[in-house]
């Protein structure tokens, strides 16, 4: 018996993730991390674990491992069905598995991203101090693939002693308040105003590193249009979680945790960090609106 | 220099040139400023993660780093032994309007600044070439690009530290290793490095 958790059936995209690792952007390294982070730290919270342990994300799809050793698990983030040797169980609570259970976490009922904790934690070695997979870099471990063992560490504490846990279904459309700027004077008059009086629709392009979405387009100023009529680039500088660049299209995209650190496209706004779990549980068709803060 | 702020807890400082961030960039990690993340771009500084950001724009109002041009004296470049090989050199002397031994002459010849870092992690951004010799990037990148491939693309030049796709132009190699995530500092070319490429025998 050891304490491991061996994928079996790893989902669409099924990564480790902590609470990321800041601090590294100057050298052009994502911050990752749990895109929900809410939903890890209460993921954590139910098994016992510290707030920053390594839990698994997954990806509309779910994912199927199975337990080495006796250990306590909890599931939350987007609603799924969580079957343990082929029963279903609770959502959103602490379930003891036995040495050699199937653990699934099934196709969620909706949102995107599950977080699947286990008492001790997902015990990858640390890179650059975390355990998140960074999907644009390719720092910390890949996305997981079947056969892959994972070493769990050992418990910190006891599991939460609370029933059931909350559920917060995000609103839909889900509005997302954001400070207008940095680079609002890269935009026409009228850009902010679009952004802010306009219905926007998730992309199915959308992935750990921007919410990538449809809708009216946020037109340039009229100072950065080249003479072919193509729109000229910012020097790079750094970009920011939750900041809504425009890239040539016009079409936005909110950053999330796997954003690239410097980009040349301006950003007309950034999202509040508060209103960012909920983009993590947004599906392709979902709706979305921009308040000012 | 111009303050914008950038959410609720960044503020982006805007400054006249390559010079003058690094300089910015090289006082704010002197001094410790509060604040998570400090992101050198080409005419920024991004602070990321900051309590309190008022505090620090009036902080940094108080600072006067060196203008543009100014080097600090006992500054040395870091050595980047390269063998002016690569596949692209013949395009880069065509559009450099001269030979492919002058496109080795001219890029060794001065000392570049790391602008920033991006795209990759450890992957620098080196400026300083004289005004002019810009470089368009390949129309399709290539699917594969080797690690320590020297390329040069606008104003840029870079060096893979990993093995990526790329549209680079590529003018040469370097077995210099440019990340290790596991080695402190995990980077050998950080924001605001002053670089001088060397030619060396293939």
């Known amino acids: ?293 | 220099m111009r303050f914008r702020p950038v959410g609720a807890d960044a503020l982006l400082v805007e400054v006249g040139g390559v010079e003058e961030a690094s300089a910015l960039y090289r006082m704010a990690r002197d001094l410790g400023v509060p604040a998570t993340d400090i992101v050198l771009g080409a005419r920024t500084v991004l602070f990321d993660g900051v309590g309190d950001v008022p505090a620090l724009e009036s902080e940094v109002r108080g600072w006067s780093p060196a203008p543009d041009g100014v080097r600090p004296a006992a500054e040395q470049p870091v050595e980047v032994p390269t063998v002016y090989d690569g596949p692209d050199l013949d395009a880069v002397a065509r559009a450099w309007d001269t030979t492919t031994r002058d496109v080795v002459a001219i890029h060794t010849g001065h000392e570049l600044r790391v602008a920033f870092c991006g795209f990759a992690p450890g992957f620098p951004y080196c400026t300083g070439l004289p005004a002019g010799l810009r470089v368009p990037r390949l129309d399709t990148p290539r699917t594969r690009v080797a690690p320590g491939s020297v390329g040069l693309a606008d104003e840029y030049t870079g060096v893979y530290p990993a093995a990526s796709p790329g549209g680079w132009r590529l003018i040469g190699r370097t077995e210099l290793v440019l990340w290790d995530p596991g080695r402190t500092p995990p980077a050998t070319l950080a924001p605001g490095t002053l670089v001088r490429f060397v030619e060396v025998a293939r």
């Open chain 1, 1 to 293: 018996m050891s304490r491991t958790l061996t994928v079996l059936d790893p989902g669409p995209c099924t990564t480790v993730q902590d609470r990321g690792r800041p601090g590294w952007a100057h050298l052009g390294v994502p911050r990752s991390g749990a895109l929900d982070a809410a939903a890890a730290t209460l993921a954590n919270r139910l098994v016992g674990n510290h707030e920053g342990a390594a839990v698994l994300e997954t990806t509309l799809g779910g994912v199927s491992v199975r337990a080495g050793a006796a250990m306590t698990v909890a599931v939350t983030g987007a609603e799924a069905p969580v079957l343990v040797a082929g029963r279903e169980r609770a959502f959103g609570e602490p379930l003891s598995l036995r040495a050699g259970d199937l653990l699934t976490v099934g196709p969620a009922r909706w949102g995107v991203r599950s977080y699947l904790a286990v008492a001790g934690g997902v015990a990858v070695p640390e890179v650059l101090g975390s355990r998140s997979t960074d999907t644009l870099s390719g720092t910390g471990p890949g996305v997981l693939r079947a056969g892959d063992v994972l070493p769990v560490g050992e418990p910190a504490g006891a599991p939460a002693a609370l029933d059931v846990a909350a559920v917060r279904r995000p609103a839909a459309p889900l509005c997302l308040r954001v400070h207008v700027g940095p680079r609002q004077d890269w935009f026409a008059d009228e850009a902010p105003d679009t952004l802010l009086s306009s219905t926007y629709t998730v992309s199915e392009q959308s992935n750990r590193v921007g919410l990538r979405l449809r809708g009216p387009r946020l037109a340039p100023a009229e100072h950065r249009l080249s003479p072919d009529r193509g729109t000229v680039e910012l020097p790079s500088e750094g970009m920011v979680l939750g900041a809504v660049q425009v890239p040539a299209s016009g079409e936005p995209v909110v950053f999330l945790n796997d954003h690239p650190t410097t980009g040349g496209y301006p950003v007309l706004a950034v999202v509040s960090a508060a209103d960012l779990g909920g983009c993590a549980q947004l599906r392709p068709g979902d709706r979305v609106r921009f308040a000012p803060r």
